[in-house]
């Protein structure tokens, strides 16, 4: 038992033991700690406020992806491109417990999947979900490393928030830009078809030209009825020979002419040469003026739409809120030595007790 005892538990600890004082490099801790932030701002409700109001507060479900996020191999990798993680981590020559192995020649492969298990050996991650509060500590084998790896996984996450708030924004918007868009097209096709009127039949309205008629058409009956007074007062001083007479008459005639001839062109009073054709114009101008007003109404609606989706979703942004700045580190606590080494004896006298129970059951039964 003496022996067992000393080559089980005794002999392994004193190597763990000269191993951490001796070859074991010292770690430097720098610790962050953020949370993500919503701000919402509201307008004046009737100007009883008198101005804005921010309100702020924490979402959970941004906070839950951010706790992913700082796990994920996506970022590991930024951060090594950024930084050079495995350079940083791999500095101690004669700990190859401790230190990152990069390979080739070593152990290590070098991949980003061993770099990604050593991120967790590393990067500690704690999150009070119910606080919505993170805190990550990060561990290097000198103190402005590790001071430069927290300051960089703060800059990263903060980036992902701000890219989780625009991918938002534009959710917000991108069906009332969508609905915008459609409508200014359906304006710009009324205003098309109106102008292409316009241009074929030579005529700006149609509906003023027909007031026009109207008008004329009530001059030349105030000349008519004139004109026939004039016939009737000569009628009862001369006789029908009279070049006065005649003349009176041929007034009237050239008069009733113009007449006919002005409600052929407007279709007023019902005569048929040339009236479809002018009145058609006048519904197909009426057609398409009503269009074109229907489509303003719909894109200023939209437009107002738009705008109140583009100025709610700059209301509520997300950021990321540093509660604790990245801390520089004096002095190396870790790894902590006494705290692995009591651990590690700990198991090994466990593991030894164990199997000399099991042996002196095994004799026992013999």
Do not use: C
């Not at 590991?76 to 930084?83: G, I, K, P």
């Not at 606080?131 to 402005?144: H, K, S, Y």
């Not at 918007?173 to 205003?191: F, G, H, N, Q, V």
């Not at 519904?283 to 719909?298: K, M």
Request: charged content about 25%; aromatic content about 8%; hydrophobic content about 45%.
């Amino acid at each position: 038992m003496l022996v067992s005892f000393l080559l089980v538990v005794a002999l392994p600890g004193a190597v763990i033991g000269w191993y951490l004082w001796n070859r074991a490099a010292d770690q430097y801790a720098s610790t962050v700690g953020f949370a993500v932030r919503t701000e919402e701002t509201g307008s004046a409700l009737g100007g009883l406020l008198g101005g804005l109001t921010g309100l702020s507060g924490s979402s959970s479900k941004d906070t839950d992806i951010l706790y992913e996020f700082l796990q994920s191999q996506k970022l590991v990798a930024d951060m090594d491109s950024r930084l050079g993680l495995q350079a940083m981590w791999s500095l101690p020559d004669n700990d190859p417990v401790f230190a990152f192995d990069p390979g080739p020649g070593g152990a290590g492969s070098g991949a980003i999947e061993d770099l990604l298990v050593y991120w967790g050996r590393m990067v500690s991650v704690y999150y009070d979900a119910g606080a919505g509060l993170i805190e990550v500590r990060v561990l290097a084998f000198t103190a402005p490393d590790a001071h430069a790896i927290a300051e960089a996984l703060f800059a990263e996450s903060s980036d992902m928030i701000n890219d989780l708030s625009a991918i938002a924004r534009e959710d917000a918007i991108r069906y009332s830009r969508d609905e915008l868009a459609e409508a200014l097209d359906r304006l710009k096709t009324a205003r098309q078809m109106v102008t292409e009127f316009r241009i074929r039949n030579q005529m700006v309205d149609p509906s003023v030209d027909v007031q026009t008629q109207a008008g004329l058409l009530g001059m030349l009956q105030n000349q008519l009825a004139e004109a026939l007074i004039n016939v009737d007062m000569l009628g009862g001083q001369t006789s029908e020979t009279d070049p006065r007479m005649t003349q009176a008459r041929r007034r009237v005639a050239v008069i009733e002419e113009r007449i006919a001839a002005e409600r052929a062109k407007t279709g007023i009073g019902g005569a048929n040469n040339g009236t479809e054709a002018f009145a058609a114009l006048v519904g197909e101008y009426e057609r398409l003026a009503v269009d074109r007003e229907f489509a303003e109404r719909t894109y200023i609606t939209a437009l107002a739409t738009y705008d109140t989706s583009l100025a709610e979703a700059r209301r509520k942004s997300r950021y990321l809120a540093a509660y604790v700045e990245p801390t520089q580190a004096e002095t190396a606590r870790y790894p902590r030595r006494y705290e692995l080494l009591g651990v590690l004896v700990l198991f090994l006298f466990l593991a030894w007790a164990i199997a000399v129970l099991i042996g002196y059951s095994l004799r026992d039964r013999r």
